[in-house]
């Protein structure tokens, strides 16, 4: 292959990864902020509605505050991770090629299925049905099928459990590649590792021991609350320099 082609080809590559980087720099930031909204809903609307019957009568109240305390905002922060899974993968992959593959497919799969989980959207129809029903009986079957629909949705089906367990999962391998990397602060790094495997542990065990599951999610905000501003910080870094630069990052 001729030089000036190979030069352009590097050029093209280096351009491409740069963007990438961009991109998951600004989707870090993003799930930042969507973290604070859902903290912010949480203590001005209240927590997620545990019934149909509660959903509904939320609904019939404002519609709005219906999506917001339910997993919309949640379904967002789990979206947003293919922006920012692509561009660590891009950033890591020389690093431990096997894991970092792993890691991406895996939080993949976990996006995928939590949108096929989600719920939002069912309910809502449902309770627009509920409130223009004319009786009772139209009325009880209306909040069996919406118990139903919450039964099976984003926290509470065996698809929407292994998708928490291959998220967080891929979050601790991530940071585990992370530490081996000098492209990333070991600020970055450890509390990414904190975060997710608090995050694997309460999920994991959120069936079984809900009390222990609720202690744990109090502990795991603060460190995502660390690990999504530094992550954004250094994949926009990594988007901003320059080839030459990069590689003295990667072996200073």
Known sequence: MPASVRST?????????????????????????????????????????????EWFAIQQDSKLAAVLRGDFITLILIGLYLGTFPALYMALRRVSPVYTALAALFTFIAVTVSFAGESTFSLLRLGDQFAAATSEAQRAQLLAAAEAVMASDLWNSSGAYMSGILLQGAGVMISVVMVRSSDFSKVTAYAGLLANAVDLAQHVMHPFAPSISGVLTTVMGP??????????????????????????????
């Open 9 to 53: 080809a590097s050029a093209v590559a280096n351009s491409d990864s740069r963007v990438l980087y961009t991109i998951g720099g600004v989707t870090a930031l993003l799930q930042l902020l969507t973290v604070v909204a859902f903290t912010v809903v949480i203590a001005t609307l209240g927590p997620r509605p545990v019934s149909a019957e």
């Open 223 to 252: 460190f995502y609350l660390v690990w999504f501003p530094m992550l954004g910080r250094d994949l926009l870094r990594l988007g901003q320099a320059t080839p030459q630069a990069r590689v003295g990052m990667r072996f200073r």
